[in-house]
């Protein structure tokens, strides 16, 4: 059983827009938290992590923001940039060394 | 560094063969994790090693599935008979205190295997 849900496989956005993406969890004991973007035939790379103390964490164009009560999280890219255009995937972690991942939402940026 | 390496980057095989696909993790990374990437269920962890320890297989689908770390340097996942449902890119990782919490989780390539 998925404990990370990425329910929406795909995102269009136009350039310069923003680009929200959406995950949640239902594992109450995850306390970290984890985004990573995947081009075609490359592996995951990491891109932006939040810890369970905390509500938000910037890092340049990208946002993450974590709503524990409602064990969701979301990844906020703006501008979106053509660059951008990738797989992401969610992942969580319970302290025990592993990552459980979504299945991943494919963003298009449209120049 | 060179990041982690898998080999082979692609494999097709028949139905009944034995695959083995290799992992070099980056120099000084203490864990080494095996992930399968399918549509229906994303990545999923099938097993992951700690200074070449096993320490959780329980994500192995089948014994026709298994893994070594024979040193720091190397592991392989191996299927033996593969079927055609295998077909999945497989993924390496590694990283220092294992990636839960703070530290993040490298990846190779992936090897994309074709189980015709």
């Known amino acids: 059983d998925q404990q990370v849900k990425q329910n929406s496989p795909s995102l269009s956005v136009q350039e310069g827009r923003i680009s929200i993406l959406n995950c949640d969890y239902t594992?109450?004991?995850?306390?970290?938290f984890l985004w990573y973007k995947k081009y075609p035939a490359e592996g995951p790379t990491f891109l932006i992590s939040?810890?369970?103390?905390?509500d938000k964490n910037e890092d340049g164009r990208f946002t993450v923001f974590l709503n524990k009560s409602a064990k969701h999280l979301s990844l906020h890219i703006v501008p979106s940039q053509p660059g951008d255009s990738a797989v992401y995937f969610c992942?969580?972690?319970?302290?025990?060394?592993?990552?459980?991942f979504g299945a991943g939402t494919t963003v298009t940026v449209r120049a | 560094d060179a990041g982690v390496i898998q080999s082979p980057r692609h494999e097709v095989t028949e139905m009944g063969q034995e695959v083995t696909l290799r992992c070099k993790p980056i120099?000084?990374?203490?864990?080494l994790f095996w992930y399968r990437q399918t549509m229906m269920r994303g990545l999923e962890l099938l097993i992951y090693?700690?200074?070449?320890?096993?320490?959780?297989d329980s994500g192995m689908p089948e014994d026709r599935f298994s893994a070594k770390m024979p040193n720091a340097s190397f592991s392989t996942l191996k299927i033996q008979p593969s079927e055609p449902r295998d077909s999945a890119v497989y993924f390496c990782?590694?990283?220092?205190f294992g990636g839960g919490g703070y530290n993040e989780q490298f990846f190779g390539p992936g090897t994309r295997l074709t189980v015709l």
């Open positions: 939040i810890s369970s103390i905390k």
């Open positions: 992942a969580a972690s319970a302290n025990d060394y592993k990552l459980s």
């Open positions: 090693f700690n200074n070449n320890v096993p320490i959780d």
């Open positions: 990782a590694s990283s220092l």
């Open positions: 120099s000084g990374h203490d864990y």
């Open positions: 594992n109450s004991m995850f306390d970290y």
